[in-house]
């Protein structure tokens, strides 16, 4: 009925008013951590390399702006030869992206797209989950003139995805609300389900997607008691 029918709409509009600010304050945490390393990369562009020494004070600068970032590092030839900070990290040293199953696909689509991709959340060599923002290199020759074929590397941006839901306040999302992510390593509505209930996918729910460099994320969401339920006797008398 009409009624019925209103009542479902004004509740789609609540959730989507809920989950919109959600997918706000994920996506500006997401990049704000991510072009972090930004710095890093134009260094590279133009001196054609990093030096350990370089590397270092600048990844302390960039890194000391947020309680986000696990790490970065820098992959010349795609093997990570610069991390910071390297106390905690030192497994990952020497780690070859192409050599690593959950990694390669991420890098590969990069370099072919020539621009950042978000891989994960994924597992990291060193412990933990984390969503990784990779951006490849490309060296830039004399005056400015850009060398497009001329790969260098890959940077890579580590956040930790436990901090990141925290930081986003998704952990703390209406308690009238199931919501679930899904889209790992940017396959958006058709990747599975990384974060929350997988069963709101079954729901009807309310979704949005989330838009990532390269590809995209979406988060749905239902009501903890469901959508109303159509009782067309309801008001119905029977004495």
């Not at 133009?46 to 000391?64: I, K, P, Y």
């Not at 891989?119 to 989950?129: F, K, M, N, S």
């Not at 899904?182 to 929350?196: I, L, N, T």
Request: charged share 20%; proline share 5%.
């Amino acid at each position: 009925c009409l009624q019925h029918s209103a009542e479902i709409s004004r509740q789609r509009d609540q959730v989507a008013l809920a989950i919109d600010h959600a997918r706000n304050s994920l996506s500006r945490e997401l990049y704000a951590n991510i072009n972090l390393a930004q710095g890093l990369i134009d260094l590279v562009r133009v001196q054609g390399g990093m030096q350990q020494d370089q590397f270092d004070a600048m990844a302390r600068e960039l890194t000391s702006h947020s309680d986000l970032i696990r790490n970065v590092a820098l992959a010349p030839g795609n093997v990570i030869r610069f991390i910071y900070p390297l106390e905690g990290n030192e497994k990952a040293l020497g780690l070859d992206y192409l050599k690593t199953p959950d990694q390669s696909d991420a890098v590969l689509r990069g370099i072919a797209e020539q621009r950042t991709v978000v891989a994960g959340p994924v597992r990291l060599v060193q412990g933990g989950t984390a969503i990784i923002g990779r951006t490849p290199v490309f060296l830039q020759g004399t005056g400015g003139v850009a060398r497009a074929k001329e790969y260098w590397g890959m940077a890579s941006t580590v956040i930790t995805f436990e901090s990141l839901i925290k930081e986003a306040r998704l952990d703390r999302a209406p308690a009238n609300l199931r919501i679930a992510l899904r889209g790992r390593d940017g396959s958006g509505a058709g990747g599975e389900v990384f974060w929350g209930d997988a069963s709101v996918l079954a729901s009807s729910p309310v979704t949005m997607d989330i838009a990532l460099p390269s590809g995209s994320w979406q988060i749905a969401a239902v009501p903890v008691n469901g959508w109303p339920t159509f009782r067309p006797f309801a008001s119905a008398s029977f004495l």
